[in-house]
């Protein structure tokens, strides 16, 4: 039964808090107590006038991980050794644990049950081999340093050689144990059949993908109602598919915020970053039940790549669900919400007739308005492209479009489709069963459309597979030889009257068998 533990990575030298000038600045006001009380707000105002607002949000960011980690990982280069950014993160880190200590019983942003009890590790970072063993070695000084700030012997790692590493997962393994239920797991139907244990509550994969600034992170946020990523006017500000846990009308759901895709060409030649940020969001893709497409309505216009990614999300087998975002820039007395809904659809329809009839949802993210219609219509989304057709149903669907409209003969034979079955769901896919091996292309699409029209798999690929039937019997090659094989047929009776023979002179008589014979 799989457990999951929520961990902070912190790398100091991407948090330079300067908490001399802090303290200072605490100790002028004289209510040190109560802005550490409040340290996550204050902080951020205080540092407003030195660190530019996309800093100050992943600082933001940082102060709010802290508070929902159960364990942290403190790293810093054991090459270059401890550094005061590094001390003064690990002195923050005392303090909280200090503040909550004290308020046990005070409710606050930090408390003893969101913050005393967080285990923090620190991890000694780029020590691959076996020379910085060595006695006259620096990196051993520098783990001395580290041990003595109070969180305990660093463990030495390297995270691009992957050394260490098992050291590391015994300590996640005994966090992991440490905060298990012993109680039996809801989400887990043990009374199901060995090796078929259902999931019963099985969270709803759902991947925001779209061009850069569009306004994924931002719907994000308005769907969490929390400013839990980072949002901004800048493109390409979000690097790293972030996962979010979430719950919705107490259903969960294991939400994806992803960077924005641009063409290939739109790149910049030795930017590497952006080209893993884009495999990212389409590992993303891959993994989701469903991909909601953002577009950005100020380009009044659906753009090729948006068109690209619509067309990735349904060829990988992903159900779709288009937001038409930032409709307050184009809705007023003469534009209606239901006219944008419909030019959206229409742009779809024309360039990807497969995606006729997609889930269209005009919202803003930034204003909230619409953005709470996006989850029923996801989860029925899911529904769909997870349903099973009963076998008879589908062929009497058959039945009725072969009598309406017969598919054309293939290389002047006629075409017999015999029956169709679903093999599997998630996406749905359909087998049949012909007396050819190849179907015409455009039948194939006409039965695809009809098919999606009688059940509604609207925003998905449908795929249907054709299988050729045997040409012969298989069995045919004994219609002619009766009795062969088989007790007292026409060779065991020739058998049966030569022994007869050899033993009276005469031939068997038919009739009741005689004792030698039986």
Known sequence: MEKELDIWLEVSTYFPLNMNSLDAFVKYNCISLFLFHLSCPILVIFLA???????????QQTLEATKESDLILLMFDAKVG???????????LQKKANIAKRNKNTPGPFTAKSFDQVEVIILANKLEGDKWTDEDSLVLLHLEEASRIGFGEAI??????????ADLALVIDKAIKKKEDPKQDENINLSAPEGKCLEINKPLQLAILGRQNVGKSTLVNSLLNQNRVITGSTPGLTR??????????????????TAGIRRISQREYQDQIE????????????TADVGVLVLDAAANLLQRQELAIADAIVKEGRALVVAANKMDLLIDADYTKEDYESGVR??????????????VIPMSSLTGECVQELMPVVFRARERWERQINTGLLNRWLKDVMQTHPPPAHKGQPVKIK?????????????????????SPTYMRYLMKNFQDTFEMFGMEVRMAIKKSAVENPYSHNAGRRGRGSVGGRESRMIRNVNHLKKFGTKHKKGKRSRYNR
């Not at 006038?49 to 600082?59: F, G, R, T």
């Not at 790293?240 to 915020?257: G, R």
């Not at 229409?346 to 889930?359: A, G, K, N």
Request: charged share 30%.
């Open 419 to 439: 029956y169709v079955m679903q093999t599997k769901g998630r996406p749905p896919t359909f087998l049949l069963f012909c007396n050819v091996d190849q179907i």
């Open 346 to 359: 229409r742009q779809i329809e024309e360039r990807l007739p497969m995606l006729r009839r997609t889930p």
């Open 49 to 59: 006038k030195k660190k530019d607002p996309v800093e100050l949000a992943m600082m």
């Open 240 to 257: 790293d598919a972030i996962s979010i846990k979430w719950s919705w009308n107490s259903m969960p759901v294991k939400l994806v915020d």
């Open 156 to 165: 030495p790692v390297s995270a691009e050689h992957g050394e260490g590493l």
């Open 275 to 286: 080209d893993l940020s884009v495999q990212d969001a389409m590992r993303a893709m891959k």
């Open 82 to 92: 401890i550094t005061n950014d590094f001390i003064d993160t690990a002195r923050w």
